[in-house]
């Protein structure tokens, strides 16, 4: 073999070397490049994804925010004319008080009395009562005027026991049974 030969071959090996180093360099560029298409392709899927995911979480707790106020609102509206409602009320049993049946009431609620803390109690009511509780409780009425809306306040003789049927702690005690009742 010659020096020229040994030249070509040793060239031709070279060659043949670098065509293989540059369809290795070509393939590993290839793979790359789709390596790195896929991930954008992932990517941008991920982030629509979590874009789509977060625009849905923000949409349902605006409506749910919104739904909340909105029951806010229908529960403050409710009560005020609920709280208007038992204010009616108060004025109508106010103006019970000046019905003809309202002395017979009294009587049967120191009936109650009697029956409830014994015969001897002390009753009292309002200033504008005392003339019927004077008549219906005798003895037993005590002439100081409570602040109430009507109705009467009865206690044992020694101050122990004591019943309240005035209109206030009646309306108080049933308040939700007279909200439901106006609802």
Known sequence: MTLEDLVDEIRRRGEADLAKVAEERDRVAAEIAADRDRRLVEIRAESKRLIA???ARDRTQRVAAAKLR???VIYE??????GRAV???RTLLRDY???RDYPLVLRR???TATSTLGKQVRVSGRGEDAAVLQKVAGH?????PQPILGG???ETPDGSRRLNLSFDELLRLHEDQVRELLA
Not at 77 to 82: D, M, P, S, Y
Request: no cysteine.
């Open 70 to 72: 909105a029951r806010k």
């Open 152 to 154: 009467l306040v009865a």
């Open 87 to 89: 204010e009616e009320t």
């Open 109 to 111: 609620m120191f009936q």
């Open 77 to 82: 509206v409710r009560e005020a004319r609920l």
């Open 53 to 55: 995911l977060k625009t």
């Open 140 to 144: 037993s009425f005590d002439p100081r």
């Open 97 to 99: 008080t000046q019905s």
